[in-house]
C-alpha cells in the first residue's frame, strides 16, 4: 500500500508540472501573437518617419516632392475645387493685445 502512495503523490506533482508547462505553451503563444502584432504597429510607424530607399521604393504620404507624392489622394491638392482662403484673417484678441 506504501507503493501507491508514493506513486499517487509523484502523479500529482507530474500533474502538475504538466499543467503548468500547458499554462506556460498558451501564454507564450498568446505573447509571440502579441509580440507580432506590435512589431507590425512598429515597423508601420518607423516607416513613416524614416527615409531609407525601402521606404522610399513603397506608397508613403509622407514624401512629398514639387507638391506631389507617390501615394493617389482620394482628392488631389491641385484641384481647383479646393479653394484655399484668400483673405488674412487677424484674432480681434492679436490685434488688441499688440496694440494697445
Same mark, same amino acid.
Given at each position: &500500500?506504501? @507503493? ?19 499554462? #506556460?505553451?498558451? @501564454? ?9 502584432? #506590435?512589431?507590425?504597429?512598429?515597423? =508601420?510607424? #518607423? ?6 530607399? @525601402? ?6 504620404? #509622407?514624401?512629398?516632392?514639387? =507638391?506631389?507624392?507617390?501615394?493617389? &489622394? ?16 487677424? @484674432? ?9
Amino acid at each position: &500500500m506504501h @507503493e501507491y502512495t508514493s506513486l499517487e503523490n509523484f502523479w500529482k506533482r507530474y500533474n502538475k508540472v504538466l499543467l503548468d508547462k500547458v499554462a #506556460l505553451d498558451k @501564454e507564450k503563444s498568446t505573447l509571440t501573437d502579441e509580440n507580432q502584432r #506590435l512589431r507590425a504597429i512598429l515597423k =508601420q510607424y #518607423l516607416d513613416g518617419i524614416s527615409v531609407n530607399d @525601402e521606404i522610399l521604393s513603397q506608397h508613403n504620404p #509622407l514624401f512629398v516632392v514639387n =507638391q506631389r507624392t507617390n501615394v493617389q &489622394m482620394s482628392i488631389p491638392v491641385l484641384d481647383p475645387r479646393i479653394k484655399r482662403p484668400t483673405q488674412t484673417v487677424v @484674432e480681434a484678441a492679436h490685434v488688441i493685445k499688440h496694440t494697445i
